[in-house]
């Protein structure tokens, strides 16, 4: 499988390429060159298989040409048979019509454990083949850095300086990162805000002195091998529920837009899918984007779902680029257009092309803690804010019949309520526990270094402690 560019003119890799690189060479994003597609009996096929033979089959297309199927196969049951729950990704029944797809029984108990246990795993095979070493620079306001850090601990070829803004995480976030004791780890707690750190982070991949010394590496979604690795709980779970004999519906609490760029990319791939639910909380970009057509970033609203608290959702750009069309050079212009005023109207070809299989619904806070007493007074199930925003859209678009009473609804649960207890407590009444396979989480030693607010400073430690794994 060949991978090309959103912005058409860097050079199309093969799958190993586009994993190690991340961002195309020409700022965009890598998508496969056609989308590979499954007949309804292929899909029949899949019946019965278990997760880690099931993502196989899933993510092969996607693979060739770079690892073997009994690669791919080993790979995906080394890293789903260490999940928290046999299904991997279990299905628990709301009512008649809504589902909860729960994807937080792994490691750091978010969604992200699903796709870069596999990303670690996929670094490590192909720097062995080439025979290199890979420095991983990133910065976390919480999620992405535990579960970036839980993927690469003790990997031999690869190395993590994941740089978190001091006091700002919360307690349980930031010890699923510093409690993690493996000589590839490196945690930084910087002075100053998020946008500080990350400001740090993108510094670093253009100084001539970091980039000729190592081999820099990112693990934020726009790397393609996330996506791909997600496809597969849209196959899981409707495969559950019917498919391909039936259609199913999805509400995504979203961010980036990459999760629920994976159910697109699961429709393109044959799987019947009836809607894609594009959850936000009031930071609401994408739904005014897939609403009225107005993609413009206004600043970021912080909220009890940190997660979806962004600015502008950069797997965005992979929709537009497909449902556009597939103009390269059109689409660079529209990007660089719109890092210039912060603002753009979709084109014809993209609202049209994004209105046949996604809907937009924007939850607030009221309403995201009224989805979690829902859950709780009518399922018993304690779910987290996150899941809670998809919740809201998935029960206001089923009432007003946008999604049709007979089609399964199914709402991602991207994190444990564990992780955002203050929250939950606030809602429900009651502080939900950690899982026991992380319960002794406050009782481990914590290790981090604590760096002055400025660049030098965060620069100089890396490269002081880079290669001493
Ligand atoms: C990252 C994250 C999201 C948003 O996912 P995207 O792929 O960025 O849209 C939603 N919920 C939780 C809990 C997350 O960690």
């Known amino acids: 499988m060949q991978y090309v560019s959103t912005r058409g003119s860097a050079p199309a890799l093969d799958f190993e390429g586009v994993t190690l690189a991340g961002l195309a060479s020409d700022g965009g994003l890598y998508v496969p060159a056609e989308w590979p597609r499954f007949s309804a009996d292929d899909i029949r096929d899949m019946r019965g298989l278990g997760y880690p033979d099931l993502a196989a089959r899933v993510m092969a297309p996607f693979v060739a040409g770079s690892l073997t199927e009994d690669e791919l196969l080993a790979l995906c049951h080394k890293v789903y048979g260490d999940f928290g729950h046999a299904a991997v990704t279990p299905l628990v029944q709301l009512d008649q019509q809504h589902w909860l797809l729960e994807l937080f029984h792994g490691p750091t108990l978010a969604f992200k454990d699903v796709a870069l246990q596999l990303l670690g795993r996929l670094f490590e095979t192909f720097l062995a083949r080439r025979d290199e070493r890979l420095t991983i620079v990133g910065a976390t306001s919480g999620d992405t850095g535990s579960a970036a850090i839980q993927a690469v601990a003790g990997l031999e070829r690869v190395e993590i300086f994941m740089l978190h803004p001091k006091g700002r995480v919360s307690d349980v976030q930031r010890r699923q990162m510093t409690t993690v004791r493996a000589p590839n780890v490196h945690n930084l707690a910087i002075e100053g805000s998020f946008d500080d750190a990350q400001a740090h982070v993108k510094r670093m991949f253009t100084d001539g002195d970091v980039i000729h010394t190592l081999n820099l590496g990112a693990v934020n979604s726009i790397n393609w091998a996330r996506l791909m690795a997600q496809v597969v709980y ?83 750009e992979r929709l537009l680029f497909d449902a556009g069309g597939r103009d390269g050079a059109a689409m660079a212009e529209q990007m660089r257009a719109f890092e210039a005023s912060k603002a753009m109207q979709l084109t014809n070809a993209q609202a049209e092309g994004a209105s046949a299989l996604f809907t937009s619904a924007r939850a607030d806070q009221v309403e995201t803690a009224r989805a979690l007493q829902w859950a709780w007074r009518h399922a018993g199930q304690v779910i987290d804010p996150h899941t809670g925003v998809g919740l809201h859209a998935a029960r206001a678009l089923a009432a007003d019949g946008t999604v049709p009473a007979g089609v399964p609804l199914v709402t991602l649960a991207t994190a444990h309520p564990a992780k955002f207890p203050d929250a939950v407590e606030r809602a429900v009444g009651m502080r939900p526990a950690l899982p026991a396979r992380v319960g002794d989480l406050f009782g481990r030693e914590e290790s981090f270094v604590e760096i002055a607010g400025d660049y030098a400073a965060t620069r100089d430690y890396v490269l002081g402690n880079a290669g001493n794994a």
């Open 234 to 316: 849209y196959f899981a779970s409707a495969l559950q529920l019917g498919a391909p004999e039936r259609t199913v519906a999805y509400s995504v609490p979203t961010g980036n837009f990459g999760d629920v760029f994976a159910g697109y990319v699961a429709a393109k791939m044959g799987l019947p899918i009836e809607r894609l639910i594009v959850a936000t909380n009031i930071n609401d970009i994408l739904h005014r984007a897939l609403s009225v057509g107005d993609y413009s970033a206004g600043g970021v609203t912080p909220t009890i779902t940190p997660s979806m608290d962004i600015q502008v959702s950069s797997n965005f």
